[in-house]
């Protein structure tokens, strides 16, 4: 036997109208915005009017870092030139609940070297590789995982949250590099030859630990 398919859609078509004919309409539904919110969107709608930035996403609190392409500098930023390598400065705004960051200098727009870290806490090992527009290898020592990051910084820009954590500013060979830590992380970002780099690790791994792989990066 066959079924008529117009048969099926029909009756599909009414028991949805039947499942939603019971939810209130946007005029029924009784709701207010707290006074904590209301400031905090509004300080997000004053970022989003400036010239280098067009969205904020801050999902994902547990690890606490948002790292999205979602952040376009304007067309007018300022050019430096480079001798040997591509210069490139991240600037950010410490903002209610998160930080902003975004680049300025020779951005990159690919990948053209592949960057490793070549001093390993005991007992971790090069374990996989992802690639695609950034580039993120993975480490691991049967328990616990290190990852880091590579990307391009011609449409990239970051968050971190600094409302369930701690962010701490470091410098490591003369690099600028923000340390973000809480009870389960560490997150440090920072820029080097033109990229942008985000190293996350359990936070039982200690600062000078985290520094020394930082600095052994080649």
């Not at 029909?10 to 005029?27: G, S, Y």
Request: proline share 3%; with cysteine; glycine share 4%.
């Amino acid at each position: 036997m066959t079924t008529d398919n117009s048969v099926l859609q029909n009756a599909l078509r009414e028991a949805v109208c039947t499942e939603f004919a019971a939810v209130p309409t946007e005029e029924e539904i009784d709701f207010s915005f707290s006074a904590r919110f209301e400031q905090r969107l509004a300080k997000i709608v004053r970022m989003q009017k400036k010239s280098y930035w067009k969205l904020v996403n801050t999902a994902s609190k547990r690890v606490a870092l948002v790292c999205l392409s979602v952040l376009v500098l304007s067309a007018s930023a300022m050019s430096v030139k480079a001798v040997r390598e591509p210069i490139v400065a991240f600037f950010k705004e410490i903002c209610e609940g998160f930080n902003a960051y975004f680049f300025k200098g020779d951005l990159t727009e690919t990948i053209t070297r592949e960057y490793r870290i070549t001093r390993l806490p005991e007992g971790y090992v090069q374990t996989g590789q992802m690639d695609g527009a950034s580039l993120s290898t993975v480490y691991e020592n049967g328990e616990d995982q290190i990852d880091l990051m590579q990307a391009p910084t011609k449409h990239m820009g970051f968050v971190l949250d600094n409302e369930h954590g701690t962010v701490t500013s470091l410098s490591i060979n003369g690099i600028p590099v923000d340390l973000y830590e809480n009870e389960d992380y560490k997150i440090a970002v920072w820029t080097y030859d033109g990229y942008f780099f985000q190293l996350t690790c359990p936070e039982k791994i200690d600062t000078a630990t985290v520094q020394d792989m930082i600095a052994s990066i080649r």
